[in-house]
Protein backbone atom coordinates (compact mmCIF):
# COMPACT_ATOMS: atom_id res chain seq x y z
CA UNK A 1 0.00 0.00 0.00
CA UNK A 2 1.53 2.96 -1.06
CA UNK A 3 1.45 6.21 0.51
CA UNK A 4 -1.46 7.69 -1.88
CA UNK A 5 -3.83 5.24 -0.94
CA UNK A 6 -4.11 6.09 2.86
CA UNK A 7 -3.80 9.40 4.44
CA UNK A 8 -1.13 8.34 6.98
CA UNK A 9 -1.03 12.04 8.75
CA UNK A 10 -3.58 12.03 10.40
CA UNK A 11 -3.43 10.01 14.27
CA UNK A 12 -5.80 7.87 14.21
CA UNK A 13 -5.25 6.27 10.45
CA UNK A 14 -1.01 6.15 11.16
CA UNK A 15 -2.05 4.14 14.40
CA UNK A 16 -4.12 1.70 12.17
CA UNK A 17 -1.85 1.49 9.34
CA UNK A 18 1.40 0.59 11.64
CA UNK A 19 -0.36 -1.81 13.59
CA UNK A 20 -1.64 -3.37 10.31
CA UNK A 21 1.47 -3.35 9.39
CA UNK A 22 3.00 -4.92 12.44
CA UNK A 23 0.40 -7.93 12.47
CA UNK A 24 1.57 -8.21 9.18
CA UNK A 25 5.39 -8.48 10.44
CA UNK A 26 4.28 -10.75 13.34
CA UNK A 27 2.49 -13.30 11.01
CA UNK A 28 4.86 -13.70 8.37
CA UNK A 29 5.98 -16.99 7.93
CA UNK A 30 10.05 -17.29 7.86
CA UNK A 31 11.18 -17.21 4.00
CA UNK A 32 8.37 -14.64 2.45
CA UNK A 33 8.30 -11.14 2.11
CA UNK A 34 7.12 -8.30 3.93
CA UNK A 35 6.60 -5.55 1.53
CA UNK A 36 6.81 -1.96 2.52
CA UNK A 37 8.39 -1.02 -0.42
CA UNK A 38 7.22 3.05 -1.98
CA UNK A 39 5.62 3.32 1.29
CA UNK A 40 6.08 7.16 3.01
CA UNK A 41 6.71 6.76 6.77
CA UNK A 42 5.65 10.71 8.26
CA UNK A 43 7.40 12.04 11.35
CA UNK A 44 4.17 11.69 13.12
CA UNK A 45 5.33 10.63 16.78
CA UNK A 46 1.51 8.95 17.20
CA UNK A 47 3.34 5.74 16.60
CA UNK A 48 6.77 3.94 17.31
CA UNK A 49 7.07 2.30 13.81
CA UNK A 50 9.16 -0.77 13.80
CA UNK A 51 11.02 -0.13 16.92
CA UNK A 52 12.18 -3.05 19.29
CA UNK A 53 9.98 -5.32 16.64
CA UNK A 54 11.21 -8.92 15.35
CA UNK A 55 11.45 -9.53 11.70
CA UNK A 56 10.89 -13.26 10.76
CA UNK A 57 10.79 -13.11 7.10
CA UNK A 58 11.90 -10.81 4.57
CA UNK A 59 11.98 -6.86 5.25
CA UNK A 60 11.52 -4.78 1.71
CA UNK A 61 11.45 -1.31 1.95
CA UNK A 62 12.73 -0.73 -1.27
CA UNK A 63 12.14 3.05 -2.61
CA UNK A 64 10.66 3.71 0.72
CA UNK A 65 10.49 7.31 2.16
CA UNK A 66 11.49 7.44 5.96
CA UNK A 67 10.25 11.38 7.37
CA UNK A 68 11.20 10.51 11.09
CA UNK A 69 15.07 9.06 11.48
CA UNK A 70 14.34 6.68 14.70
CA UNK A 71 12.55 4.05 12.72
CA UNK A 72 13.77 1.02 13.63
CA UNK A 73 15.44 1.15 17.25
CA UNK A 74 16.48 -2.23 18.66
CA UNK A 75 14.79 -3.94 16.24
CA UNK A 76 16.24 -7.43 15.09
CA UNK A 77 15.77 -8.83 11.35
CA UNK A 78 16.39 -12.53 10.90
CA UNK A 79 15.98 -12.49 7.22
CA UNK A 80 17.10 -10.33 4.75
CA UNK A 81 16.45 -6.30 5.06
CA UNK A 82 16.62 -4.14 1.64
CA UNK A 83 16.09 -0.60 1.19
CA UNK A 84 17.43 -0.32 -2.37
CA UNK A 85 16.51 2.99 -3.68
CA UNK A 86 14.54 4.04 0.04
CA UNK A 87 15.42 8.01 0.91
CA UNK A 88 15.73 8.90 4.37
CA UNK A 89 14.75 12.76 4.97
CA UNK A 90 15.50 12.85 8.49
CA UNK A 91 18.74 12.25 10.83
CA UNK A 92 18.59 8.91 11.09
CA UNK A 93 20.07 6.47 13.81
CA UNK A 94 19.78 2.55 13.93
CA UNK A 95 20.30 2.35 17.19
CA UNK A 96 21.43 -1.40 18.42
CA UNK A 97 19.67 -3.08 15.24
CA UNK A 98 20.33 -6.75 14.79
CA UNK A 99 20.87 -7.38 11.20
CA UNK A 100 20.91 -11.26 11.09
CA UNK A 101 20.75 -11.80 7.82
CA UNK A 102 21.87 -9.72 4.17
CA UNK A 103 21.33 -6.03 4.17
CA UNK A 104 21.08 -3.78 1.41
CA UNK A 105 21.08 0.08 1.11
CA UNK A 106 21.95 0.06 -2.66
CA UNK A 107 21.54 3.26 -4.13
CA UNK A 108 19.79 4.85 -0.84
CA UNK A 109 20.02 8.60 -0.24
CA UNK A 110 20.33 10.08 3.50
CA UNK A 111 19.50 13.38 3.05
CA UNK A 112 20.15 13.95 6.95
CA UNK A 113 23.16 12.54 9.39
CA UNK A 114 22.57 8.94 9.63
CA UNK A 115 23.91 6.67 12.32
CA UNK A 116 24.58 2.49 12.20
CA UNK A 117 24.98 1.58 15.64
CA UNK A 118 24.47 -1.57 14.60
CA UNK A 119 25.45 -5.39 14.55
CA UNK A 120 25.58 -6.73 11.16
CA UNK A 121 26.06 -10.80 10.94
CA UNK A 122 26.12 -11.16 7.34
CA UNK A 123 26.65 -9.38 4.17
CA UNK A 124 26.42 -5.56 3.87
CA UNK A 125 25.69 -3.45 0.86
CA UNK A 126 25.69 0.57 0.30
CA UNK A 127 26.86 0.49 -3.17
CA UNK A 128 26.35 3.75 -4.58
CA UNK A 129 24.69 5.44 -1.64
CA UNK A 130 24.66 8.98 -1.33
CA UNK A 131 24.99 9.98 1.98
CA UNK A 132 24.62 14.08 2.00
CA UNK A 133 25.29 14.29 5.61
CA UNK A 134 27.75 12.93 8.52
CA UNK A 135 28.08 9.43 8.52
CA UNK A 136 28.36 7.81 11.51
CA UNK A 137 29.16 3.91 12.11
CA UNK A 138 30.29 2.32 15.25
CA UNK A 139 30.69 3.56 18.38
CA UNK A 140 32.99 7.07 18.66
CA UNK A 141 35.01 8.38 21.91
CA UNK A 142 32.15 10.38 23.75
CA UNK A 143 29.33 8.77 21.79
CA UNK A 144 25.77 9.21 24.16
CA UNK A 145 25.62 5.12 23.36
CA UNK A 146 26.57 3.56 26.76
CA UNK A 147 26.77 0.00 27.80
CA UNK A 148 26.05 -1.34 24.64
CA UNK A 149 28.57 -3.85 23.06
CA UNK A 150 30.94 -3.47 20.24
CA UNK A 151 29.74 -3.41 17.16
CA UNK A 152 30.68 -5.76 14.09
CA UNK A 153 29.66 -6.49 10.22
CA UNK A 154 29.75 -10.48 10.60
CA UNK A 155 30.63 -11.09 6.58
CA UNK A 156 31.67 -9.06 3.56
CA UNK A 157 30.63 -4.96 3.57
CA UNK A 158 30.64 -3.29 0.76
CA UNK A 159 30.71 0.42 -0.24
CA UNK A 160 31.40 0.64 -3.74
CA UNK A 161 31.08 3.71 -5.70
CA UNK A 162 29.33 5.31 -2.64
CA UNK A 163 29.48 8.87 -1.93
CA UNK A 164 30.17 10.67 1.54
CA UNK A 165 29.47 14.62 0.94
CA UNK A 166 29.90 14.98 4.44
CA UNK A 167 32.11 13.85 7.34
CA UNK A 168 32.37 9.79 7.58
CA UNK A 169 33.42 8.14 11.34
CA UNK A 170 33.96 4.29 11.21
CA UNK A 171 35.06 3.77 14.73
CA UNK A 172 35.30 0.58 17.15
CA UNK A 173 33.91 -1.56 14.77
CA UNK A 174 34.84 -4.85 14.26
CA UNK A 175 34.70 -6.18 10.15
CA UNK A 176 35.33 -10.01 10.14
CA UNK A 177 34.81 -10.37 5.94
CA UNK A 178 35.95 -8.53 3.34
CA UNK A 179 35.50 -4.76 2.85
CA UNK A 180 35.83 -3.07 -0.21
CA UNK A 181 35.84 1.27 -0.59
CA UNK A 182 36.48 0.01 -4.40
CA UNK A 183 35.90 3.78 -6.02
CA UNK A 184 34.00 5.71 -3.17
CA UNK A 185 34.18 9.32 -2.93
CA UNK A 186 34.70 10.78 0.99
CA UNK A 187 34.08 14.42 0.36
CA UNK A 188 34.86 15.41 3.89
CA UNK A 189 36.69 14.79 7.50
CA UNK A 190 36.66 10.75 7.23
CA UNK A 191 37.83 9.22 10.26
CA UNK A 192 38.89 5.15 11.11
CA UNK A 193 39.83 4.91 14.39
CA UNK A 194 40.32 1.42 16.41
CA UNK A 195 38.59 -0.50 13.46
CA UNK A 196 39.69 -4.23 13.41
CA UNK A 197 39.28 -5.47 9.74
CA UNK A 198 39.95 -9.20 9.76
CA UNK A 199 39.40 -9.84 6.14
CA UNK A 200 40.77 -8.25 3.51
CA UNK A 201 40.09 -4.66 2.66
CA UNK A 202 40.42 -2.33 -0.21
CA UNK A 203 40.27 1.44 -1.04
CA UNK A 204 40.91 0.92 -4.64
CA UNK A 205 40.13 3.71 -6.78
CA UNK A 206 38.92 5.57 -3.63
CA UNK A 207 38.71 9.33 -3.85
CA UNK A 208 39.15 11.62 -0.51
CA UNK A 209 38.25 15.40 -2.08
CA UNK A 210 39.53 18.53 -0.42
CA UNK A 211 36.98 20.26 1.00
CA UNK A 212 36.44 23.94 -0.22
CA UNK A 213 35.68 25.42 3.03
CA UNK A 214 38.35 25.60 5.83
CA UNK A 215 36.78 27.29 8.46
CA UNK A 216 37.08 23.30 10.57
CA UNK A 217 40.21 22.10 9.94
CA UNK A 218 39.10 18.72 10.17
CA UNK A 219 37.12 18.78 6.51
CA UNK A 220 40.62 18.37 5.04
CA UNK A 221 41.49 15.64 6.86
CA UNK A 222 41.19 11.64 6.85
CA UNK A 223 42.86 9.63 9.63
CA UNK A 224 43.64 5.73 10.43
CA UNK A 225 44.51 5.62 14.02
CA UNK A 226 45.12 2.35 15.67
CA UNK A 227 43.29 0.15 13.25
CA UNK A 228 44.09 -3.45 12.86
CA UNK A 229 44.66 -4.93 9.08
CA UNK A 230 45.14 -8.83 9.40
CA UNK A 231 44.81 -9.62 5.95
CA UNK A 232 45.53 -7.67 2.97
CA UNK A 233 44.97 -3.84 2.38
CA UNK A 234 44.88 -2.45 -1.15
CA UNK A 235 45.05 1.68 -1.78
CA UNK A 236 45.95 0.66 -5.15
CA UNK A 237 45.04 4.35 -7.25
CA UNK A 238 43.73 5.70 -4.40
CA UNK A 239 43.95 9.65 -4.55
CA UNK A 240 44.20 12.18 -1.30
CA UNK A 241 43.22 15.66 -1.96
CA UNK A 242 43.14 16.15 1.80
CA UNK A 243 45.99 15.62 4.52
CA UNK A 244 46.29 12.14 5.19
CA UNK A 245 47.59 10.46 8.57
CA UNK A 246 48.12 6.86 9.23
CA UNK A 247 49.03 6.45 12.65
CA UNK A 248 50.23 3.28 15.44
CA UNK A 249 48.24 0.43 12.77
CA UNK A 250 49.27 -3.09 12.56
CA UNK A 251 49.10 -4.46 9.00
CA UNK A 252 49.43 -8.55 9.44
CA UNK A 253 49.54 -8.37 5.88
CA UNK A 254 50.29 -6.64 2.11
CA UNK A 255 49.83 -2.88 2.50
CA UNK A 256 49.96 -1.77 -1.06
CA UNK A 257 49.83 1.75 -1.81
CA UNK A 258 51.19 1.44 -5.41
CA UNK A 259 49.62 3.93 -7.69
CA UNK A 260 48.45 6.24 -4.91
CA UNK A 261 48.39 10.07 -5.17
CA UNK A 262 49.07 11.46 -1.67
CA UNK A 263 48.70 15.71 -3.21
CA UNK A 264 48.30 17.71 0.23
CA UNK A 265 50.48 16.10 3.48
CA UNK A 266 51.27 12.47 4.40
CA UNK A 267 52.21 11.36 7.88
CA UNK A 268 53.22 7.83 7.77
CA UNK A 269 53.93 7.22 12.21
CA UNK A 270 57.01 5.45 13.17
CA UNK A 271 54.45 3.63 15.32
CA UNK A 272 52.81 2.04 12.12
CA UNK A 273 53.89 -1.97 12.65
CA UNK A 274 54.19 -3.89 9.63
CA UNK A 275 54.61 -7.61 9.80
CA UNK A 276 54.74 -8.28 6.03
CA UNK A 277 55.26 -6.10 2.61
CA UNK A 278 54.68 -2.32 2.11
CA UNK A 279 54.48 -1.79 -1.33
CA UNK A 280 54.78 2.11 -2.54
CA UNK A 281 55.22 3.40 -5.80
CA UNK A 282 57.92 3.30 -7.90
CA UNK A 283 58.71 7.20 -7.57
CA UNK A 284 58.75 9.35 -4.33
CA UNK A 285 56.99 11.81 -6.18
CA UNK A 286 53.81 10.75 -5.56
CA UNK A 287 54.02 12.31 -2.08
CA UNK A 288 53.76 15.81 -2.76
CA UNK A 289 55.91 16.82 0.13
CA UNK A 290 59.31 15.14 -0.36
CA UNK A 291 60.10 14.55 3.54
CA UNK A 292 56.60 12.93 3.62
CA UNK A 293 58.20 10.05 1.17
CA UNK A 294 61.55 9.71 3.35
CA UNK A 295 59.88 7.39 6.37
CA UNK A 296 57.76 4.91 3.90
CA UNK A 297 60.18 4.32 1.36
CA UNK A 298 62.86 3.33 4.31
CA UNK A 299 60.28 0.82 5.79
CA UNK A 300 59.40 -0.49 2.13
CA UNK A 301 62.85 -0.92 1.80
CA UNK A 302 63.70 -2.39 4.97
CA UNK A 303 60.86 -4.85 4.18
CA UNK A 304 61.50 -5.84 1.02
CA UNK A 305 64.99 -7.01 2.70
CA UNK A 306 63.16 -8.96 5.24
CA UNK A 307 61.56 -10.73 2.15
CA UNK A 308 64.70 -11.27 0.00
CA UNK A 309 63.47 -9.13 -2.36
CA UNK A 310 66.46 -7.21 -3.73
CA UNK A 311 65.14 -6.09 -7.05
CA UNK A 312 62.25 -3.81 -5.11
CA UNK A 313 64.68 -3.31 -2.37
CA UNK A 314 66.85 -1.19 -4.19
CA UNK A 315 63.62 0.80 -5.79
CA UNK A 316 62.85 1.57 -2.38
CA UNK A 317 66.35 2.67 -1.68
CA UNK A 318 67.06 4.98 -4.50
CA UNK A 319 63.62 6.50 -3.79
CA UNK A 320 64.89 7.26 -0.24
CA UNK A 321 67.79 8.99 -1.17
CA UNK A 322 66.23 11.07 -3.75
CA UNK A 323 63.76 12.13 -1.50
CA UNK A 324 66.11 13.28 1.11
CA UNK A 325 68.00 14.94 -1.29
CA UNK A 326 65.28 16.96 -2.66
CA UNK A 327 64.49 18.00 0.96
CA UNK A 328 68.53 18.87 1.76
CA UNK A 329 68.15 21.18 -1.55
CA UNK A 330 65.15 22.78 -1.07
CA UNK A 331 67.02 23.33 2.59
CA UNK A 332 70.01 24.69 1.19
CA UNK A 333 71.42 28.12 2.11
CA UNK A 334 72.44 30.32 -1.16
CA UNK A 335 75.09 32.87 1.04
CA UNK A 336 78.20 32.13 0.26
CA UNK A 337 79.57 34.21 2.95
CA UNK A 338 78.12 31.96 5.64
CA UNK A 339 79.72 28.81 6.71
CA UNK A 340 76.80 26.49 6.09
CA UNK A 341 77.25 27.77 2.21
CA UNK A 342 80.14 25.70 2.39
CA UNK A 343 79.68 22.43 4.42
CA UNK A 344 76.70 20.84 6.31
CA UNK A 345 73.52 19.79 5.68
CA UNK A 346 72.17 23.39 3.93
CA UNK A 347 75.50 23.67 1.38
CA UNK A 348 74.20 23.69 -1.64
CA UNK A 349 77.44 22.63 -3.40
CA UNK A 350 77.43 19.51 -1.59
CA UNK A 351 73.63 19.14 -2.13
CA UNK A 352 74.04 19.72 -6.07
CA UNK A 353 77.10 17.79 -6.13
CA UNK A 354 75.54 14.46 -4.29
CA UNK A 355 72.38 15.29 -6.94
CA UNK A 356 74.55 15.46 -10.04
CA UNK A 357 77.26 12.59 -8.45
CA UNK A 358 75.22 10.50 -6.25
CA UNK A 359 71.96 10.76 -8.12
CA UNK A 360 72.22 11.44 -11.32
CA UNK A 361 75.54 9.48 -12.56
CA UNK A 362 76.17 6.59 -9.64
CA UNK A 363 72.45 6.65 -9.72
CA UNK A 364 72.95 5.42 -5.36
CA UNK A 365 74.42 2.57 -6.16
CA UNK A 366 71.34 1.17 -8.28
CA UNK A 367 71.79 2.22 -11.20
CA UNK A 368 75.04 0.27 -12.83
CA UNK A 369 74.74 0.98 -16.26
CA UNK A 370 74.70 5.02 -15.95
CA UNK A 371 78.61 4.89 -15.19
CA UNK A 372 79.00 2.83 -18.57
CA UNK A 373 76.57 5.79 -20.15
CA UNK A 374 78.52 8.58 -18.70
CA UNK A 375 81.32 7.23 -19.81
CA UNK A 376 80.86 6.72 -23.27
CA UNK A 377 79.77 10.13 -23.39
CA UNK A 378 83.08 11.36 -22.17
CA UNK A 379 85.25 9.52 -24.39
CA UNK A 380 83.42 10.83 -27.06
CA UNK A 381 83.66 14.19 -26.05
CA UNK A 382 87.36 13.85 -25.38
CA UNK A 383 87.87 12.69 -28.53
CA UNK A 384 86.02 15.27 -30.51
CA UNK A 385 88.23 17.82 -28.78
CA UNK A 386 91.54 15.38 -29.13
CA UNK A 387 90.22 16.09 -33.16
CA UNK A 388 89.46 19.41 -33.34
CA UNK A 389 92.87 20.85 -31.48
CA UNK A 390 94.95 18.57 -32.81
CA UNK A 391 95.97 17.07 -29.60
CA UNK A 392 97.83 13.74 -30.16
CA UNK A 393 100.80 13.24 -31.29
CA UNK A 394 102.75 9.65 -32.34
CA UNK A 395 104.34 8.02 -29.24
CA UNK A 396 107.40 5.80 -28.78
CA UNK A 397 106.06 3.43 -31.48
CA UNK A 398 107.29 5.01 -34.93
CA UNK A 399 105.31 4.75 -38.09
CA UNK A 400 108.08 4.11 -41.03
CA UNK A 401 108.12 5.81 -44.17
CA UNK A 402 110.40 4.14 -46.78
CA UNK A 403 113.23 6.12 -48.52
CA UNK A 404 114.11 5.36 -51.82
CA UNK A 405 117.67 4.76 -51.80
CA UNK A 406 119.95 3.71 -54.61
CA UNK A 407 120.71 -0.22 -54.19
CA UNK A 408 124.55 -0.01 -54.60
CA UNK A 409 124.49 2.64 -52.19
CA UNK A 410 123.32 0.57 -49.53
CA UNK A 411 125.46 -0.77 -46.96
CA UNK A 412 124.50 -3.59 -45.01
CA UNK A 413 123.90 -1.83 -41.76
CA UNK A 414 121.47 0.59 -43.68
CA UNK A 415 119.62 -1.92 -45.36
CA UNK A 416 119.45 -3.63 -41.76
CA UNK A 417 118.08 -0.16 -40.13
CA UNK A 418 116.35 1.42 -43.28
CA UNK A 419 116.21 5.32 -42.55
CA UNK A 420 112.89 6.77 -40.28
CA UNK A 421 111.08 9.38 -40.48
CA UNK A 422 107.93 10.42 -38.53
CA UNK A 423 105.06 12.29 -39.50
CA UNK A 424 104.40 15.54 -39.29
CA UNK A 425 101.14 17.27 -37.45
CA UNK A 426 99.82 18.56 -40.57
CA UNK A 427 100.60 15.07 -42.16
CA UNK A 428 98.91 13.17 -39.49
CA UNK A 429 96.00 15.52 -39.23
CA UNK A 430 95.14 14.99 -42.83
CA UNK A 431 94.99 11.31 -42.51
CA UNK A 432 91.35 10.09 -42.70
CA UNK A 433 92.11 7.68 -39.60
CA UNK A 434 93.02 10.60 -37.39
CA UNK A 435 89.55 10.80 -36.04
CA UNK A 436 89.97 7.23 -35.13
CA UNK A 437 93.32 7.38 -33.67
CA UNK A 438 91.83 10.10 -31.53
CA UNK A 439 89.02 7.78 -30.42
CA UNK A 440 91.40 5.02 -29.46
CA UNK A 441 93.59 7.19 -27.70
CA UNK A 442 90.30 8.94 -25.93
CA UNK A 443 89.69 5.38 -24.99
CA UNK A 444 93.05 4.11 -23.58
CA UNK A 445 92.87 7.41 -21.56
CA UNK A 446 89.90 6.93 -20.03
CA UNK A 447 90.40 3.43 -18.93
CA UNK A 448 94.03 4.83 -17.94
CA UNK A 449 95.86 1.76 -20.02
CA UNK A 450 98.62 3.82 -21.42
CA UNK A 451 100.08 1.81 -24.43
CA UNK A 452 102.87 4.88 -24.99
CA UNK A 453 101.47 4.05 -28.96
CA UNK A 454 100.00 7.84 -28.76
CA UNK A 455 100.83 10.93 -26.40
CA UNK A 456 99.14 14.16 -25.85
CA UNK A 457 100.92 17.40 -27.42
CA UNK A 458 102.00 19.77 -25.46
CA UNK A 459 100.19 22.41 -23.40
CA UNK A 460 95.88 22.41 -22.83
CA UNK A 461 95.70 18.54 -24.63
CA UNK A 462 97.57 17.11 -21.71
CA UNK A 463 95.42 18.94 -19.12
CA UNK A 464 92.27 16.91 -20.77
CA UNK A 465 94.27 13.83 -21.37
CA UNK A 466 94.38 14.24 -17.27
CA UNK A 467 91.58 14.92 -16.49
CA UNK A 468 90.08 12.32 -18.57
CA UNK A 469 91.52 10.02 -16.85
CA UNK A 470 91.01 11.07 -13.32
CA UNK A 471 87.22 10.68 -14.83
CA UNK A 472 87.57 7.32 -16.31
CA UNK A 473 89.09 6.14 -13.05
CA UNK A 474 85.97 7.39 -11.05
CA UNK A 475 83.63 6.27 -13.27
CA UNK A 476 84.72 2.65 -13.59
CA UNK A 477 84.88 2.48 -10.19
CA UNK A 478 81.70 3.49 -9.87
CA UNK A 479 80.37 1.38 -12.26
CA UNK A 480 81.89 -1.93 -10.26
CA UNK A 481 80.61 -0.75 -7.31
CA UNK A 482 77.29 -0.87 -8.21
CA UNK A 483 77.52 -3.85 -9.74
CA UNK A 484 78.79 -6.02 -7.02
CA UNK A 485 76.30 -3.98 -4.86
CA UNK A 486 73.65 -5.77 -6.74
CA UNK A 487 75.12 -9.18 -7.28
CA UNK A 488 76.47 -9.33 -3.28
CA UNK A 489 73.21 -8.45 -2.07
Same mark, same amino acid.
Given at each position: ???????????????????? !????????????????????????? @????????????? @???????????????????????????????????????????????????????????? #???????????????????????????? #????????? /????????????????????????????????????? #?????????????? $????????????? #????????????? @???????????????????????????? /???????????????? !???????????????????? $????? =?? @???????????? $???????????????????????????????????????????????? $?????? !??????????????????????????????????????? =??????????????? /?????????????????????????????????????? !???? /????????????????????????
Amino acid at each position: MSATEINIFDEDTARRVWEE !RRQRVADAEPGETVDFSDMEFSDDP @ADQYFRRVEFSAI @ADFTGSIFRNGNVFGEAIFHEEAIFNNAIFKEKSDFPNVVFEDKVSFDETIFSEAVGFHS #NFQNRVFFERAIFQRDALFGDPAGSYLE #NIPRFKFGF /SVSFEHAEFKSAASFDNLDFDGDVSFKSTKFCYWTEF #NGLVFNGQVSFEDA $YFLRCIDSRDKRR #NLVRFDNVTFDQK @ATFWNCQFDCIAKFTNNFFGDQADFRKV /SFQKKAFFDRDNEFHD !RLFLDKSYKSFSRPKDAILP $YRIAK =QT @AHRDADSRWEGI $YHYQEQCATNKVNRQKSIWKFWEKEFWWGEKSPLLNYGEWIIGRKIFG $YGEKSL !RPLLVGAIVILFYAAIFFGVGGINYGSLPVNKPVPAEPN =QLTFEAAKYPPVEYF /SEDELRRDWSYAGNCLYFSVVTFTTLGYGDFQPASGIP !RLLS /SSEAVLGACLMAMFVVSLSRKFVR
